[in-house]
């Protein structure tokens, strides 16, 4: 950014114009960011009664396993996600309609531990996201959700090493960490959508 600086112009003044310049496109640039009322509203008058938890046909799975034999790992992300979203999810936004969630994985990529820790590999997901009446079945809004998790990594010699031991310490929490983190994440997006204003 060039700056036209008069002879005696003070420093002070030069920055808190650049300053007002950084607000005003910020401002500009969230105006342009809103939601449409229409699905705000259309999402207000639901409540989720019901969720569908679905993979698609052909739902990509990441990593060294052969492709023609489902992922051990994705039954793991699949009851995981699916405990999520009931626990989290029914009864929101908290509308008189009735309505069901439908949550289809179309790309579900989660790490071995050993993968995380030696080679800090991420893990990701994501899928689409109808709500539907559960009456009548029509289509009340609809959007795509992803997310990613993705390990630590290190530079140089001792780097490699810390960042190999924080790897495995997140790991080893709690059983199938990586599988709680991405559908936690995936459950909160999920969530930040229902709830729009």
Known sequence: MSTIVFKNTPKRFVHSVKMLAVFAVAAIV???????????????SSSVTQIQLETAPDVNMGGFFDRKKPD????????????????????????????????TLGMVDLASNAGRIILDNASS?????????AKTGRLIAETTVSVSEKGMRGGGNIGVFVAMAVNAAQVSQRKDALAHELSDQFVRNVKTWLMQK
Do not use: F
């Open 30 to 44: 969230s105006a342009c960011q809103t939601v449409d009322p229409r699905l705000v509203t259309a999402l207000r």
């Open 72 to 103: 051990p790992q994705l039954s793991k992300v699949v009851q995981t996600l699916e405990t999520s979203l009931n626990r989290e999810l029914k009864g929101l936004p908290g509308g008189k309609t009735p309505a069901k969630l439908i949550v």
């Open 125 to 133: 997901m994501s899928g689409s996201v109808r709500l539907q009446d």
